[in-house]
């Protein structure tokens, strides 16, 4: 019989706000960010450009804005209520000027009086209707997708399967496969809870690509590898694999990855601030760096001066 736990560990990890899956909702928070802690705001820059955050008391992303240059940049605002997501607006600007015609506004209705329906309804700032969604879940978990709008109606069914640990949520287009993802858990000798998930993406119902992450028990990335199909031999083949090491706060060291035969290392060093958020990290042999400016919530400022 399947260890409870393990199955409560696969239906958290699948069913829980902000995991990225095709059409879904996505709610982002601090953590997203590789943040911690009461975070406010956080501006990264890097020698491509500049990325802004801004976070609520809750930890979610309320603001983000690209930078491309001085007169360039796209910015976009979530607002929430009671931790759901109500509206999501992307503002373009070019030469400092808003244009409306490729801005874009998200907005969504919550029908909860049985079973829970999200209506995600996507306009441009020029009034033009874009796109319908609407999310159907069952004991809330999404199980169907509509998508509506001129050219016609999709659906994505959603179905979960578990098997022998392993639990498989899949996306069907229209009747036609289009993605799965499989996610497992295993105790290792140590007690230590690890974690592997393998997406397969689907292109016309055949299979295209896929990748296979593993988890330690911190539900830190471990290793990645990428395959693509092989249509000759009909099965997947490795394209690329990474191994990540981190120190004992968890902090990234350095990945070591094999493209093609080719193997490559990168190390990472940090500047931390003192809540444990890096503020400065170089990349070598690269020599690239990034640096962040992070603002806290007065609130956690208080409490830590207590």
């Given at each position: 019989?399947?260890?409870n736990?393990?199955?409560?560990?696969?239906?958290?990890?699948?069913?829980?706000?902000?995991?990225s899956?095709?059409q879904?909702?996505?709610?982002?928070?601090?953590?997203?960010?590789?943040?911690?802690?009461a975070?406010?705001?956080?501006?990264v820059?890097?020698?491509?450009?500049?990325?802004e955050?801004?976070?609520?008391?809750?930890?979610?992303?309320?603001?983000?804005?690209?930078?491309y240059?001085?007169?360039?940049?796209?910015?976009?605002?979530?607002?929430?209520?009671?931790?759901m997501l109500?509206?999501?607006r992307l503002?373009n600007?070019r030469?400092?000027?808003?244009?409306?015609?490729?801005?874009?506004?998200n907005?969504?209705s919550?029908d909860?009086?049985?079973?829970?329906?999200i209506t995600?309804?996507i306009?441009?700032?020029d009034?033009?209707?874009?796109?319908?969604?609407?999310y159907?879940?069952?004991n809330d978990?999404?199980?169907r997708?509509?998508?509506?709008?001129?050219?016609g109606?999709?659906?994505t069914?959603?179905?979960?399967?578990?098997?022998k640990?392993?639990l498989?949520k899949?996306?069907?287009?229209?009747?036609?496969?289009?993605?799965?993802?499989?996610?497992?858990f295993?105790?290792?000798?140590?007690?230590?809870?690890?974690k592997?998930?393998?997406?397969k993406?689907f292109?016309?119902?055949?299979?295209?690509?896929?990748?296979?992450e593993?988890?330690d028990g911190r539900?830190?990335l471990?290793?990645?590898?990428?395959?693509?199909?092989?249509?000759?031999?009909?099965?997947?083949?490795?394209e690329?694999?990474?191994?990540?090491?981190?120190?004992?706060?968890?902090?990234?060291l350095?990945?070591e990855?094999?493209?093609?035969?080719?193997?490559?290392?990168?190390?990472?060093v940090?500047?931390?601030?003192?809540?444990?958020?890096?503020?400065?990290?170089?990349i070598?042999?690269?020599?690239?760096?990034k640096?962040?400016r992070?603002?806290?919530?007065?609130?956690?400022v208080?409490?830590?001066?207590?």
């Amino acid at each position: 019989m399947v260890n409870n736990y393990i199955v409560l560990l696969l239906i958290a990890f699948l069913f829980r706000p902000g995991v990225s899956n095709a059409q879904e909702i996505r709610i982002f928070t601090v953590e997203d960010f590789d943040l911690k802690g009461a975070v406010r705001s956080c501006l990264v820059s890097t020698k491509y450009g500049k990325e802004e955050y801004e976070f609520n008391e809750e930890g979610l992303l309320t603001k983000s804005v690209t930078r491309y240059n001085d007169n360039d940049y796209d910015s976009t605002h979530y607002s929430y209520v009671e931790g759901m997501l109500m509206e999501k607006r992307l503002e373009n600007y070019r030469d400092k000027i808003f244009v409306p015609a490729s801005s874009i506004a998200n907005i969504y209705s919550i029908d909860s009086t049985e079973n829970l329906k999200i209506t995600e309804k996507i306009i441009s700032y020029d009034k033009e209707f874009l796109d319908q969604y609407e999310y159907f879940y069952t004991n809330d978990t999404l199980r169907r997708i509509i998508r509506m709008n001129n050219e016609g109606i999709d659906e994505t069914l959603i179905s979960y399967d578990l098997v022998k640990g392993e639990l498989t949520k899949t996306y069907t287009l229209n009747g036609v496969p289009e993605k799965s993802i499989r996610t497992s858990f295993k105790k290792d000798h140590d007690s230590i809870i690890s974690k592997t998930v393998l997406v397969k993406q689907f292109l016309d119902g055949q299979p295209y690509l896929a990748t296979e992450e593993v988890f330690d028990g911190r539900n830190a990335l471990a290793s990645k590898t990428s395959f693509s199909y092989n249509t000759k031999v009909k099965q997947f083949t490795i394209e690329r694999t990474e191994k990540y090491e981190y120190d004992a706060s968890g902090m990234l060291l350095n990945i070591e990855s094999e493209t093609s035969g080719i193997p490559e290392k990168k190390e990472f060093v940090y500047q931390l601030d003192p809540t444990g958020n890096w503020i400065k990290e170089i990349i070598t042999p690269d020599n690239t760096y990034k640096t962040r400016r992070i603002t806290y919530h007065e609130v956690a400022v208080e409490e830590q001066k207590k």
